[in-house]
């Protein structure tokens, strides 16, 4: 009977205890988890998809209309500056050139024998000239004189003056003669003009003739090909894709929403899909000072900051990755930590103080995908909700959690490995 009564009250204690226990447990608050705020290297960095560009990309095509005799040049090979690509058929244009040619030099002969022999002769005939005016005036003197002795009639003063007339208008005739054949003489002038006629015709007929051959504008690596032989071509039609010898430059396109975190001078780190082993690195060149209105894009320019790799090929697909801010040193806690009053105002986090949940209203720096920075309204080594779900003022027991911060980025020092915190943006 008295060892029923002790079990009894024993099984009492033991539900009494039970019911304590678990009245302490709910003032205590639910089991909730925590992370501590602590201080680390904070990285974030924009990722996306870029190609290999040349600073200059010239397409080359024909100017005249024509049949292709040869292309002289393959996909890929290196030409020079000069260096003949296509060839026309050029058998009229030729012709035309040699026609054009012979203008010139009858055109040349023609002044040369007015400035040589033909100026000898407009002298020797003004000579001829005058020595015959003299001679018709000296008759006609004569003439006057036997007239008025009564040794000559009329009519024969007459004759010797038509005479004397005739020669005086043949000197001068001879005289413009002369003055045509000077170097500022009309003929003279005439010969030199159609001398410059023909030299422009033969300087057209060559011009057309260089347009039958398609040279290289300067030294470069043909990348396209789109003609053959004995095709027809029309002016405006691309036979040909040059990229000009330069530079090589990596082009972007990124979405507007991130041009803000972007500026030139940036380091980036660039991986090829067919050399993932083989990174290198780059520049942030330039940006383009318009955004592409259909695709929301904005174009990015990387000079490479090394040796370019043999294998990279225009056009070719890379990996991207550019670092936008870095904090050696930042007070650091989980993006998801933080919570937004549906109000409005500053950010916010939920602390654990005397058992309860508190808020403490943050101001905030440097953002990744993962992490945030926090100027003010934490300390380090302070724990945060890692939900912040619960009712502010409620009583919570902290379960602290370990928080890994994200692997740092390709572009980061090896020292931050393990410690920096990346933003990787989706291609």
Request: glycine share 8%; charged share 20%.
């Amino acid at each position: 009977m008295k060892g029923g009564r002790r079990t009894l009250w024993a099984g009492a204690a033991l539900v009494i205890a039970g019911c304590a226990a678990a009245l302490a447990l709910h003032l205590r608050g639910p089991q909730i988890e925590v992370v501590q705020v602590q201080r680390t290297p904070l990285v974030r960095t924009l990722q996306f998809s870029a190609r290999v560009a040349t600073r200059s990309r010239v397409d080359i095509g024909a100017t005249v209309t024509g049949r292709v005799a040869q292309v002289l040049v393959a996909e890929g090979v290196m030409v020079r500056a000069g260096d003949a690509l296509v060839q026309l058929e050029d058998q009229e244009w030729r012709a035309a050139l040699a026609q054009a040619e012979a203008a010139e030099q009858q055109a040349e002969a023609l002044l040369s024998g007015l400035r040589g022999s033909g100026r000898t002769a407009a002298e020797a005939g003004l000579a001829q000239a005058q020595a015959g005016a003299r001679a018709a005036n000296a008759a006609l003197a004569r003439a006057e004189q036997l007239l008025a002795q009564g040794f000559y009639s009329p009519a024969q003063l007459d004759e010797a003056r038509r005479a004397a007339a005739v020669a005086q208008a043949q000197a001068r005739s001879a005289q413009a003669q002369l003055a045509a054949n000077a170097d500022t003489g009309s003929e003279v002038r005439q010969a030199r003009a159609q001398g410059e006629l023909a030299r422009a015709g033969a300087q057209a007929a060559r011009a057309r003739l260089a347009q039958a051959t398609l040279r290289a504008p300067a030294d470069g690596r043909v990348l396209l090909r789109q003609v053959e032989p004995g095709q027809i071509v029309q002016p405006g039609k691309a036979l040909l894709s040059l990229a000009l010898a330069g530079p090589t430059e990596l082009v972007a396109q990124v979405d507007e929403r991130f041009l803000e975190q972007l500026r030139a001078g940036q380091s980036a780190s660039v991986v090829a899909d067919a050399f993932p082993e083989q990174r290198f690195t780059a520049q942030v060149l330039s940006l383009a000072p318009a955004v592409d209105a259909e695709r929301g894009a904005v174009e990015v320019k990387f000079a490479l900051t090394g040796s370019v790799p043999a294998f990279l090929r225009e056009d070719m697909t890379l990996s991207v990755e550019v670092e936008t801010a870095r904090r050696d040193a930042a007070l650091v806690l989980p993006q998801r930590a933080v919570r937004t009053p549906a109000h409005g105002g500053p950010p916010e986090v939920l602390v654990v103080e005397d058992g309860r949940a508190q808020v403490r209203v943050l101001r905030l720096g440097l953002s990744t995908l993962g992490a945030v920075e926090v100027l003010e309204g934490l300390a380090q080594g302070e724990l945060v909700l890692a939900a912040p779900s619960v009712v502010p003022g409620a009583r919570v027991r902290a379960k602290r959690v370990d928080w890994v911060p994200a692997a740092p980025p390709s572009a980061a020092r090896a020292e931050d490995a393990g410690a920096a915190m990346a933003n990787a943006m989706g291609r």
